[in-house]
């Protein structure tokens, strides 16, 4: 079993819905958790960072832990055309360095 | 833009051989982290370097190696290469080597072992 799980997707909505994504994970240790965006063929692209539990709001986007469930969240309000890509949950903890953990991915298609 | 580059973007190349990836950090950054992404395995952490010296080793092959030079640059050296190989390869990099560190990822170096 992988440390960190995410369901691949691929996720499809219309233009306007609100998007959830979500990540599981089971080492306890993870301290920080972030979501990135992949276009295809791209790097990955730094959308939220977030310490311990509790949410964080930017935009559109919001972040949510639970590290009690070992969950996290990202929900996409207002979704449009251009927010298709693939989302990777990544988490890092206090004794692992600066490494990342990441989730494999969601991919999502908003569709006009 | 990140501000990380990567060279070459395309590496095609036979099973056996050795490649070199390289990677130029943000102005600043001092750390550098190499990632390789492949279909099956996501995205996963290789090794980290900080200023010259290693910082931290995830899953890298004894095949694979790394340095980082003085004037921060850093390059990826993989040998006897096989078909498996084949991946996307990202460098990142951070100001610091800090938990709380945001790492800023390079477009990547996509490699095909034929």
């Known amino acids: 079993q992988k440390e960190v799980e995410q369901d691949p997707g691929p996720l499809s909505v219309p233009e306007g819905a609100i998007v959830s994504l979500n990540c599981t994970y089971s080492n306890s240790a993870f301290q920080y958790f972030m979501w990135y965006r992949q276009y295809s063929r791209k790097g990955p692209e730094l959308l939220m960072y977030?310490?311990?539990?509790g949410n964080k709001e930017d935009g559109r986007f919001t972040a949510q832990v639970d590290k009690s469930s070992k969950y996290i969240s990202l929900f996409i309000r207002d979704s449009q055309p251009s927010d298709s890509a693939t989302y990777l949950c990544?988490?890092?903890?206090?004794?692992?360095?600066?490494?990342?953990?990441f989730g494999g991915g969601t991919r999502l298609m908003v569709k006009p | 833009d990140s501000g990380v580059t990567q060279t070459p973007k395309h590496l095609i190349t036979a099973t056996g051989q050795r490649v070199t990836l390289r990677c130029s950090p943000r102005?600043?950054?001092?750390?550098v982290y190499w990632y390789q992404q492949s279909l099956d395995q996501g995205l996963q952490f290789l090794i980290q370097y900080y200023n010259g010296e290693e910082r931290a080793k995830g899953n890298i092959l004894e095949r694979f190696s790394a340095q980082q030079f003085p004037d921060l640059h850093s390059e990826l050296n993989l040998s006897s290469l096989e078909l498996g190989d084949s991946a996307l390869y990202f460098c990142a990099s951070s100001v610091t080597s800090g938990r709380a560190d945001t790492q800023y990822f390079g477009p990547g170096t996509r490699l095909t072992v034929l």
């Open positions: 102005s600043g950054d001092l750390s």
């Open positions: 977030t310490y311990s539990s």
């Open positions: 990544a988490m890092s903890g206090e004794n692992a360095g600066n490494m990342l953990t």
